[in-house]
């Protein structure tokens, strides 16, 4: 809660994402490759409305991620890898950031 806001922003959120396993000539390297995948995502955030607490529709911010993912058991999967994230500020007196991250996720499936 936002004090002397009324208004309830909406955010649009759309993930596109590649998962491929890494080729079997990497087996003879490492035995724990032929569990591993490449991971690549692109994800956009964008602000659907304008509120009084200060939030401007239009683009808000992009993700995108490279990395490798190895399955911990058939509901766990763990992903290691690159992340660059973009957050836009147009109506801002802060600059735009652009954020370099060592993302480190578990997904986990129920």
Do not use: C
Not at 14 to 39: D, E, F, H, W
Request: glycine letters at 6%.
């Amino acid at each position: 809660d936002i004090p002397g806001s009324t208004d309830t922003a909406q955010l649009f959120r759309q993930m596109l994402k590649l998962t491929a396993p890494l080729p079997q000539s990497l087996n003879r390297l490492n035995p724990l490759s032929a569990n591993l995948s490449l991971i690549v995502w692109n994800e956009i955030f964008a602000n659907m409305n304008s509120t009084d607490a200060g939030t401007r529709s239009g683009f808000n911010q992009n993700r995108a991620f490279v990395g490798i993912g190895y399955p911990i058991s058939k509901t766990k999967l763990l992903e290691i890898g690159y992340m660059n994230q973009y957050i836009n500020r147009p109506h801002n007196a802060r600059p735009d950031q652009m954020l370099h991250v060592l993302s480190v996720t578990l997904l986990m499936n129920f």
